[in-house]
């Protein structure tokens, strides 16, 4: 069983020219980046090849959906006792969550705050949900763990305008099943994206696209069963202009730029804790997660980044002989995306070349044909970006995408970490561990320029490990630790970059800044570390302790023993102070006694080897 929601290339093809044009309260912005429609024309021998973050990364599902399925199909149902989701075979739910109230304390969005960039923070105020609701909204239950399912919301942020308004558009998705008779057991994905908005007037036809654009059908499967698909969002490369979702009265939001400079923080209470590793499109994230009283709350703070929109629009004819190549043998007696109607049937796939037909790539941002297509397509569209919009936006990995994941990462609990990068393509789940280097290496990719053809594009790349992972891939403790942060290109030359390192709360957090494309490998490396000092100075055995992650509490009684092999490089006085004799590795053996205390009247003695290395 699954929830079936077709794909926004495929909504594009089978809505192409349906829609009117849009008029109302104002003309719709066409210029934006965030507004950013690729020129297609459907012209036969058109090959289209493009990567929008607008669509992977910015439109998460923002609709909220409980599905069960009985002997003739898939079914909504609009409550968890529904007899159709009341059954054995169980169901799954998407529920978009609504803000925190009196009557909804748990399962809700507890606050959104912004803060510009010259540090003023503005506090999020709940306007309306958008639409008011959506036709498959639920109610779920609370005695089985299930969410209640509505639309996504608008907030206002008076202190924080974006260039249409201080609208912001707040979407938090919690996903899961119930199997077995059992909704808690079955893992949590979480998801949150918050844009800048405007509210916007179509003429958007109610039979067509209107009732917030994603009407549902049944269509037949085999069996004679019958399956329900419905839209997810709208987006009218004809007219120019992209909606992010739609309210009753043909009313609609439109994604803008984020303010420069801005962090956004958004916070829930959930009833269940979201589980695995998140990706994001995020600027220097910071997470927080804790349980208390059964109630998780989840508060993830970062500013927006924008990401280069990849496309590549020509005549098959025309094309470099590696990309015409590349479609032949990808394309040839199949279909692989179209905006004519008339191409879709296998019969005219199987007679006609690729000269008769057209034809839309549009692969996963994580996936390997995204790699090499962006390689084979960046001399013909001059090396650069056709559009550079801005996203704030977190997800949970899917199953598929950890397939690969590290073990430590894979069988950890709960959130594990997060991985944001600004680059058009990047490495399918976590970073990857490689064993002979001992680091967590991850790839990117993306055209050398901006869309101006001139600025070069600067990649970023977040990397936050909780601490826990972090010691089970590199046996490091949380505070006795040294990091290296690097760059290299496909040759293995290091590029410039400017990377840093920290430790807060649980969470190691690693970034990398300022390097060039095309396709880097940001790697990442945690080593123990150890007490360093000069020749003839001196440290204190308390600070070379810590240095070696070895904390000596207040009060304690320490015994310090020089190594009979460092004896000629470092001496101890008082049990105090260590001095650096010679050049050279000092050991020391170092026996610690807590003070004793009515609890602990007799405290045990922990020894330990402290490392110093003398310059």
């Not at 420069?260 to 499109?281: C, D, I, M, N, Q």
Request: proline share 6%; charged share 20%.
């Amino acid at each position: 069983m699954g929830i079936k929601k077709l794909s926004l290339v495929a909504a594009i093809a089978l809505v192409a020219c349906m829609l009117p044009m849009a008029h109302g309260a104002g003309a719709a912005p066409s210029t934006e980046d965030e507004q950013y429609a690729a020129p297609i024309t459907q012209d036969r021998g058109e090959m289209v090849f493009q990567i929008d973050p607008n669509f992977a990364d910015a439109f998460h599902d923002n609709i909220s959906v409980l599905e069960g399925e009985d002997a003739t199909g898939e079914k909504f149902c609009s409550s968890t006792s529904d007899p159709v989701c009341a059954t054995a075979r169980g169901y799954r739910f998407s529920a978009v969550l609504g803000p925190c109230t009196d009557a909804v304390k748990i399962d809700c969005i507890e606050s959104i705050t912004g803060t510009s960039a010259n540090g003023t923070a503005t506090t999020g105020v709940f306007k309306q949900q958008f639409p008011l609701r959506g036709i498959t909204d639920y109610t779920g239950s609370p005695s089985e763990g299930v969410p209640s399912g509505g639309t996504p919301s608008l907030w206002t942020l008076a202190g924080l305008p974006h260039g249409y308004g201080n609208d912001y558009e707040v979407a938090v998705q919690i996903s899961g099943s119930k199997v077995d008779g059992d909704a808690l057991k079955s893992p949590r994905s979480f998801s949150a994206v918050i844009t800048p908005v405007s509210v916007f007037q179509t003429d958007c036809d109610p039979q067509n696209d209107g009732a917030q654009c994603r009407d549902k059908w049944v269509a037949d499967v085999n069996g004679g069963r019958t399956g329900k698909n419905f839209w997810s969002t709208s987006h009218d490369e004809s007219q120019g202009y992209l909606c992010r979702s739609w309210s009753e009265d043909q009313k609609c939001t439109l994604q803008h730029a984020f303010p420069v400079g801005a962090r956004f923080a958004v916070k829930v209470r959930l009833s269940t804790s979201p589980s695995g590793w998140l990706h994001g499109r995020l600027q220097d994230p910071v997470a927080s997660i804790f349980r208390a009283n059964k109630v998780t709350t989840v508060t993830v703070t970062a500013g927006s980044i924008k990401v280069p929109t990849v496309t590549g629009i020509g005549q098959f004819a025309d094309l470099p002989a590696p990309v015409q190549e590349s479609y032949s043998k990808t394309c040839f007696q199949k279909r692989c995306g179209t905006a004519r109607g008339d191409d879709a049937t296998p019969e005219f796939i199987a007679n006609n070349p690729m000269t008769q037909r057209q034809v839309i790539q549009s692969p996963s941002a994580f996936s390997p044909e995204a790699f090499e297509q962006i390689k084979l397509w960046s001399e013909y569209v001059k090396d650069k970006a056709a559009a550079m919009p801005s996203i704030w936006s977190v997800r949970t990995l899917s199953d598929d995408e950890m397939q690969n994941a590290p073990e430590c990462i894979k069988k950890g609990v709960g959130v594990t970490g997060i991985v944001s990068t600004n680059a058009s393509a990047y490495s399918e789940g976590p970073p990857s561990f490689n064993k002979a280097t001992s680091t967590l290496n991850y790839k990117v990719a993306a055209m050398h320029y901006e869309k101006d053809g001139v600025t070069p594009f600067n990649g970023q790349y977040s990397l936050v490990l909780r601490s826990d992972i972090a010691e089970c891939l590199y046996g490091v403790e949380d505070f006795a630790v040294d990091s290296t942060v690097s760059v290299s290109g496909e040759d293995g030359v290091a590029k410039t970059a400017s990377t840093s390192f920290g430790f807060t709360d649980g969470w190691f957090t690693f970034s990398a800044k300022g390097f060039g494309h095309s396709a880097p490998t940001i790697k990442v490396k945690l080593t123990k570390s150890y007490a360093k000092i000069s020749k003839g100075r001196s440290i204190s055995v308390a600070k070379a302790a810590l240095k070696n992650g070895i904390k000596i509490p207040s009060g304690a009684t320490v015994r310090v023993v020089v190594s009979s092999s460092s004896k000629k490089k470092c001496s101890v006085s008082g049990q105090r102070t260590v001095s650096a004799k010679a050049k050279g590795t000092c050991l020391l053996s170092i026996s610690v006694t807590p003070k004793k205390t009515k609890a602990v009247p007799r405290p045990k003695t922990k020894r330990s080897t402290v490392k110093i290395v003398i310059s």
